[in-house]
């Protein structure tokens, strides 16, 4: 199977930087778009920035000029660089892959466990 883990999240005072990683693991025959999400506690899970195996990019307006999604295909990560960090930018943030494990099967969703980000004074 696929797993994806996450790591780099932590307390950051407002204006730091942090990046998050997201390894993906296991069988894998193609990953295809990539993204990160993020969930605050009493709202909804967002899309926070994807990118695509063409590394094409999207942003949600509240990240744009401050995060960069990427990636390195040769390691089967993605990354997010966050930049520039208020306080609203507090929540558990996910890792989400489109990923073919096989090439006996269409590709689908898997999800990391989310890592804890807290921008705080």
């Known amino acids: 199977q696929v797993q994806l883990v996450e790591s780099g999240g932590g307390l950051v005072q407002p204006g730091g930087s942090l990046r998050l990683s997201c390894a993906v693991s296991g069988s894998i025959f193609s990953i295809n778009a990539m993204g990160w999400y993020r969930q605050a506690p009493g709202k909804e899970r967002e899309l926070v920035a994807s990118?695509?195996?063409?590394?094409?990019?999207n942003y949600t307006d509240s990240v744009k000029g401050r995060f960069t999604i990427s990636r390195d295909n040769a390691a089967n990560t993605v990354y997010l660089q966050m930049n520039s960090l208020k306080p609203d930018d507090t929540a558990v943030y996910y890792c989400?892959?489109?990923?073919?494990?096989?090439?006996?099967?269409?590709?689908?969703?898997?999800w990391g466990q989310g890592t804890q980000v807290t921008v705080s004074s």
């Open positions: 989400n892959g489109n990923i073919r494990h096989s090439w006996r099967f269409a590709a689908r969703e898997y």
């Open positions: 990118i695509t195996s063409a590394d094409f990019t």
